[in-house]
């Protein structure tokens, strides 16, 4: 399919999307219109003087220079069905972003209004619908009735990253292609089709996906959801008990999604989570991946283990949940990449650098706390967009941005009291 587009500033001014039909007064049934809609855009330059004029509740039709038109009251019957498709598009793409930059930038730290309601009713379909493979994995059925929540996942992720900073000895890993362990029910696969061909030459065909996909509301919930019940059905797997029972708490309370991260006081601590969590959740059909750690016995003897030999480890600095870790310092690591410097910055340019600050820590909330109120200061000042920077706003720009395009503030990973 070709499709040749002519992109202009602006088609025309607001036009009804109503039709008229001039046969209803018989007085204009012989006026030859060009367009049988009503529409008074450029009228002064148009009208050509002859009038023909009904009554006191009846429209009249005006000469033009392109013919007669129709103005006036009208009493409009719609179809019954009438097929509208609008498409609109938008070419600002970067005052939209910035906008997103900056709405994020201040809702990171707003205590967010929780509603549990629909989190519930994903619960119950979960609880009551949810089966399991021949081989352990988990099969979902999608939660049709309302979108899945977002609710507190700023709250869980300073949680996990807390539990992370907790103690000396620190481990990660994450969950090999998390979505595609936890199959979606025959029924509801309907609502996951696809078309696909592999080359122009090949017929177009009709794929059903069968496991949880990208992009639907209620794929995140349904993969974490899986991963916990995996973590309840499977815990007696662990031959002792009480390690069973902490692998099991572990798996509910250090996951983001497909992410675990948590620390532990020694190593023989950590080295047993990470057997025993994988050892659970690899009755669920879930392959734990990735490990690392600050302690390189850990990782020596997490590779000695032959159940965990065979999965990829991954050494040095790392992402946990959108910071950066060096495990061989074991420092987080604060890294913005500003934007090109400019000799004259602008309300624009601005923006989009403090915007960027992120921080769910809270550990660089002095310096995200300054860049709000010089947000504030230039939206006092009333600057447009690209208006540069006054003496002092450049001033106090440059204090904060010291010299470098790339700014980065390491700190330690373990907490000190």
Not at 23 to 43: A, E, H
Not at 62 to 91: D, H, I, N
Not at 97 to 103: D, T, W
Not at 204 to 230: D, E, F, W
Request: proline content about 4%; hydrophobic content about 40%.
């Amino acid at each position: 399919m070709r499709i040749d587009a002519l992109v202009l500033s602006s088609i025309t001014s607001p036009t009804p999307a109503v039709k008229i039909d001039i046969n209803q007064w018989p007085y204009l049934r012989d006026i030859d219109l060009p367009d049988n809609r009503f529409g008074t855009d450029v009228w002064g330059r148009l009208i050509e003087g002859k009038v023909i004029g009904g009554g006191p509740d009846e429209p009249f039709a005006q000469r033009t220079r392109f013919g007669w038109v129709v103005f006036g009251p009208a009493a409009v019957t719609l179809p019954a069905k009438e097929l509208l498709l609008t498409l609109t598009t938008s070419l600002d793409r970067k005052d939209h972003r910035l906008e997103e930059l900056v709405s994020n930038f201040w809702q990171m730290e707003e205590i967010a209004v929780v509603d549990d309601l629909p989190e519930k009713e994903c619960a119950q379909i979960f609880e009551t619908t949810h089966s399991r493979t021949l081989d352990g994995g988990y099969i979902v059925h999608l939660p049709l009735r309302r979108k899945a929540t977002d609710s507190y996942v700023l709250a869980l992720r300073h949680s996990i990253l807390v539990r992370f900073r907790r103690y000396r000895v620190a481990i990660t890993a994450d969950i090999e292609k998390m979505f595609r362990q936890v199959f979606v029910a025959s029924k509801h696969r309907d609502f996951q089709r696809i078309i696909w061909r592999e080359t122009p030459a090949d017929e177009i065909r009709v794929y059903h996906l069968k496991t949880i996909t990208y992009g639907m509301a209620c794929s995140p919930y349904n993969a974490v959801r899986a991963l916990q019940q995996c973590a309840y059905d499977n815990s007696a797997v662990v031959p002792e008990r009480q390690q069973g029972t902490r692998a099991r708490a572990a798996i509910l309370t250090s996951f983001y999604v497909d992410d675990s991260l948590t620390s532990c006081e020694s190593v023989t601590e950590a080295v047993d989570q990470a057997k025993n969590v994988d050892a659970i959740l690899s009755a669920g059909q879930f392959t734990v991946r990735k490990w690392n750690s600050n302690d390189s016995q850990v990782t020596i003897r997490l590779s000695n283990e032959p159940l965990l030999s065979s999965y990829v480890f991954h050494a040095g600095e790392a992402s946990v949940l959108g910071l950066r870790w060096d495990a061989l310092e074991d420092q987080v690591i604060f890294r913005v990449d500003l934007c090109q410097r400019v000799e004259i910055p602008t309300k624009r340019h601005v923006l989009s650098e403090v915007a960027k600050l992120f921080d769910p820590t809270g550990v660089l909330s002095p310096v995200i706390v300054t860049g709000k109120i010089f947000i504030q200061r230039l939206w006092s000042a009333g600057l447009s967009w690209d208006s540069p920077l006054l003496d002092d706003q450049s001033n106090s720009h440059r204090t904060v941005n010291g010299n470098d395009s790339t700014r980065a503030d390491i700190i330690s990973r373990v907490l000190r009291c």
